[in-house]
């Protein structure tokens, strides 16, 4: 379900690499409502089909489903947040959001 990419090349087409050699890292991540695989840089927040948000804590591996907890942020999370996040969510931008290798 999930696979990270890492660039080290500069595509004119990646508008995210601004200077040539820089190095971006990409996932990719299937879309919770529509279902299609999408490849996101870190700065991509939602899905470019859709337009929902991509990056939910349920699916990163630094939240804790039994105890609804983030361990990165230390601080719980509402279950609605997690599974549904806004784009005023904490997991919308974080940065330290790693895709979870267990699929639920």
Not at 16 to 25: K, S
Not at 77 to 89: K, Q
Request: proline share 8%.
């Amino acid at each position: 379900m999930y696979r990270l990419v890492r660039a080290h090349d500069w595509r004119p087409c990646c508008p995210v690499a601004a200077v040539p050699g820089e190095e971006t890292i990409g996932m990719q991540i299937t879309c919770p409502k529509c279902k299609e695989a999408q490849e996101v840089d870190d700065k991509t927040a939602t899905c470019p089909a859709c337009r929902s948000v991509l990056r939910r804590c349920m699916d990163c591996d630094h939240y804790d489903t039994r105890l609804s907890y983030c361990t990165t942020l230390s601080r719980p999370v509402d279950v609605g947040e997690a599974n549904y996040p806004t784009f005023s969510s904490d997991s919308t931008y974080c940065r330290e959001y790693i895709p979870g290798s267990a699929e639920a």
